[in-house]
């Protein structure tokens, strides 16, 4: 933050430009402060003195190697406002409680209910209220929320649309429903985005400006971070890589509902063409991937079709996006036996491959990601909200 340029009018603005200082590095000093704002010492003593006393900072040491006497260092204390975030699938909710700088302090799962929109979003204010009490914490002290959905949410409209696995949320408003029953500003975005964006945070997309995150199980989709920014498009669909028109016909009109790729590399299309193959029936996915240790020819040549069939789908997505490295993410996607496979074909078929790895972060980089899309509502809290009124 530049303080040099900020023109202060009120003890709110200053109280709040020290709190985003605090918010965006691990420390700070009101000496250090006062020199590159150019206040005076005591308005700056006045101001953390202020904020300590409403919880906002919290001493943590003094500055050392200086001449002159050492000066109190601040950390932004990290229960005076928490953040909720909610990974849901078509089976489980996974949901968490943290503190301001995203470190756990409760953390859930349990089924996802089947019951409607409705009955949906009781279900996360439920899982809200529980995770708080077994944090320990009042609920009126968390102050933003995301919650990340297989599907799209369209901004405009401000409803979701194609959620395939849960009954009652097309069409639905989640976003003001929550918003209402939690009482805090509740975001909704795309699962697949929720995991690239976790995999910015804390995953193998650190420092990596633009990376595609690709989750593939029962279905395929794409998470999009360009220029250190979440891809959403204008409808929130983007990255439904599942409709690219690759190992099916596109004028199908049975690929309108899952998508040409996504019925060529699926997890129902690895068993068909296992079996179509004379491969044994009835075997699950993870089956056909032990039966590849065992030898099984037919095994080691679906998955070699299916890498194929990913190959020539990244391959797409470079020639519009360009991306430096592709994230391999979800129950398919992150195993390494296909991931090597996908790693072969790509350089067959462009000069300059991006870089293919498997998410660190695992399943749990859905979570993340909604925590880390709740500190940036905060931080947008923080820069235009009542200090007074936050956590509160």
């Known amino acids: 933050m530049n303080f040099l340029a900020q023109s202060f009018s009120s003890r709110q603005q200053i109280q709040r430009a020290v709190i985003l200082e605090a918010f965006g ?70 949901a968490a409680i943290t503190d301001v700088h995203g470190n756990v302090l409760a953390e859930r799962e349990e089924p996802t209910t089947q019951d409607g929109g409705v009955a949906f979003c009781e279900q996360i204010l ?12 009042p609920i009126e002290r968390i102050v933003a929320g995301t919650v990340g959905i297989p599907g799209a949410f369209d901004p405009v409209r401000r409803k979701l649309f194609m959620v395939p696995n849960i009954a009652g ?6 976003e003001d429903d929550l918003t209402k029953r939690l009482g805090f500003p509740v975001r909704v975005e795309n699962d697949v985005n929720m995991a690239a964006k976790g995999e910015m945070w804390r995953g193998e997309g650190q420092n990596i400006p633009c990376f595609a995150f690709i989750a593939l199980g029962t279905g395929v989709g794409m998470g999009i971070i360009n220029e250190g920014r979440v891809l959403s498009g204008s409808r929130g669909a983007a990255g439904e890589i599942s409709t690219l028109p690759i190992g099916g016909d596109p004028f199908d009109a049975r690929n309108f509902h899952a998508g040409s790729l996504e019925r060529s590399v699926g997890s129902i299309a690895i068993r068909e063409r296992y079996e179509g193959a004379g491969g044994v029936q009835g075997l699950t996915v993870r089956d056909i991937f032990d039966a590849i240790d065992r030898g099984d ?19 797409a997505i470079c020639a519009v996006l360009d991306p430096q490295r592709i994230v391999m993410g979800g ?27 498997v998410s ?5 980089a859905g979570l993340l990601g909604t925590i880390s899309q709740s500190r940036d509502l905060l931080l ?6 009542d200090l007074a009124k936050v956590g509160r």
Not at 169 to 174: G, H, W
Request: glycine letters at 8%; one cysteine or more; charged letters at 25%.
């Open 331 to 357: 129950s398919i996607g992150a195993r390494e036996e296909l991931v090597d496979r996908i790693r072969q074909f790509i350089p067959l078929c462009t000069p300059t491959p991006p870089e293919c790895v």
């Open 169 to 174: 949320l097309n069409d639905y408003p989640i």
């Open 25 to 94: 590095n691990d420390q700070v000093s009101r000496a250090e402060l006062a020199r590159v704002s150019g206040l005076s010492k005591q308005t700056m003593s006045d101001v953390f003195r202020d904020l300590e006393e409403d919880g906002w900072l919290e001493v943590v040491g003094r500055t050392t190697g200086t001449v002159g006497r050492a000066a109190a260092v601040y950390k932004l204390a990290p229960k005076r406002a928490l953040l909720f975030g909610a990974d849901v699938g078509g089976t489980k909710v996974h």
């Open 297 to 315: 020819a037919i095994a080691s040549a679906t998955l070699t079709e299916v890498a194929r069939q990913l190959a020539v789908g990244i391959v």
């Open 360 to 364: 660190t972060l695992g399943r749990r």
């Open 380 to 385: 947008n809290i923080l820069q235009t909200g």
């Open 126 to 137: 439920a899982c809200c209220r529980t995770l708080a009490e077994e944090a320990g914490e």
